[in-house]
């Protein structure tokens, strides 16, 4: 697909991406319309995403002219694109995508079933960033095109870490880094930084960890007295799932905390084994074999439920290795 082939004689565009935008989400739309605004100057191009966290709002380049109020004086854009998702969650842009004269769906989740009048879903690449690049002409592309696009490709390959990063990847990326932006700034602030807010509720989960399976198995549980003990609210504990699946000998980590309402969100990671996806949906919840989660209602017991999940990632792995083949 090239996208100018696909918005001929669009006079207004509309972007929009999903709910509660990432790096990925963001950087896709604003390195798309930035391009736009540059190859159709008479064009206007409005992008309409919910309010970005403040790191991403200030290393994607342009993000002071999302419309993040969704209010527009435009009934009907000629063309209106989604980036980074189906047109299911888009929130308040549904209307104007159902308005559209034209629309165009642009995603790397294998879900998509392309939900668009054009669709160019890749479920093998790395980002939607990514599949931007493929459709902008790259005589166009400027150090802000460069670094939006960036902030995307590390936010979903972990930095360059997970599977789904490709030789073509790495290429785009490469590309991208010699228009000149400061990218270790950006994969410093975007991936790595926490508040101290953050720092020490990552501290308190690690502390009172337990270790389950020989060590192969780690759980924490925070209940919301001891985030708001340390000032936190619910979404300072991001990542901590991923810190407790980091130890050494481990497979799989489970992290819980508590919402309103004494409701329990459970995060599960694996490194190699466990199928976390199988364990999660036992309990009503998904998502991904390595990276899943769950929400256990105040009708149950969390730490009866996390046991039970951990005796299942202990029926797993005691599985993997009957399966072996005898060396
Ligand atoms: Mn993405």
Redesign the pocket.
Known sequence: MRILDELKGCGTIGISGHQNPDG??AGSCMGLALFLRKAMPEARVDVFLEPLRDELYRNIPGTETIRADFRTDIDCYDAFIVL?SAKDRISAAKTFFDRAARTINID?HISNPGSAMVNYVNGSSS??CELVFEVIDHDLIDARIAQALYVGMVT?TGCFRFSNTSRRTMEIAGYLITFGFEFPRIVREVYFEKTWVQQKILGKALSKSKSYLGGRCIVSTLDRMAIQALGGVGKDVEGIVSALVSTTGADCSIFAHERQGGEWRVSLRSNQIVDVASIAARFGGGGHIRASGCTIGPDREITTSILKMVEMAGEQLRQDVQDRPDM
């Open positions: 990925d989400c980074d790397h980002s939607a979903d």
